[in-house]
């Protein structure tokens, strides 16, 4: 497959030869990336800053920086690891939120409702009383 020319100038050719799949992986990231050439796609990966492989994210300095406090603390060995472990403990407080947490909120709100629909019965019954 024939890809269009890049429009950057590069001063250095690199001949990597890649697996057939290898290849269709390239291809697809460029795709679902919007570069136009493979070698576009090549230069995206490794433009500073950003993490090469499938799924690579971008995250906030601020949240870096706190992933690297944990590392540093000594609760994961790696910023990947860090990654890892604030995203299980946050989907497990997220769990506890819906599996726990929520249904004793809405039981309370539903009690509050039945109150506040019991008052204003009793308050129209007074009024229709009071009217008499």
Same mark, same amino acid.
Not at 44 to 60: D, F, K, N, S
Not at 118 to 131: N, S, T, V, Y
């Given at each position: 497959?024939?890809?269009?020319?890049?429009?950057?100038? &590069?001063?250095?050719?690199?001949?990597?030869?890649?697996?057939?799949?290898?290849?269709?992986?390239?291809?697809?990231?460029?795709?679902?990336?919007?570069?136009?050439?493979?070698?576009?796609?090549?230069?995206?990966?490794? &433009?500073?800053?950003?993490?090469?492989? $499938?799924? +690579?994210?971008?995250? $906030?300095?601020?949240?870096? &920086?706190?992933?690297?406090?944990?590392?540093?603390?000594?609760?994961?060995?790696?910023?990947?690891?860090?990654?890892?472990?604030?995203?299980?403990?946050?989907?497990?407080?997220?769990?506890?939120?819906?599996?726990?947490?929520?249904?004793?909120?809405?039981?309370?709100?539903?009690?509050? &409702?039945?109150?506040?629909?019991?008052?204003?019965? +009793?308050?129209?019954?007074?009024?229709?009383?009071?009217?008499?």
């Amino acid at each position: 497959m024939r890809t269009p020319r890049s429009e950057s100038r &590069a001063d250095r050719f690199l001949g990597v030869r890649l697996t057939e799949e290898e290849s269709e992986r390239l291809d697809a990231w460029r795709v679902a990336h919007g570069n136009l050439s493979r070698s576009d796609a090549v230069r995206a990966l490794l &433009a500073p800053g950003r993490a090469p492989g $499938p799924g +690579a994210i971008e995250v $906030p300095v601020s949240l870096r &920086a706190k992933l690297q406090e944990i590392v540093e603390d000594g609760w994961a060995s790696s910023e990947d690891g860090a990654l890892t472990l604030a995203l299980t403990l946050g989907l497990q407080e997220l769990h506890k939120l819906h599996a726990e947490r929520l249904p004793a909120l809405r039981q309370t709100a539903r009690g509050h &409702a039945e109150r506040s629909r019991e008052r204003r019965k +009793a308050g129209r019954e007074g009024g229709d009383l009071l009217e008499r």
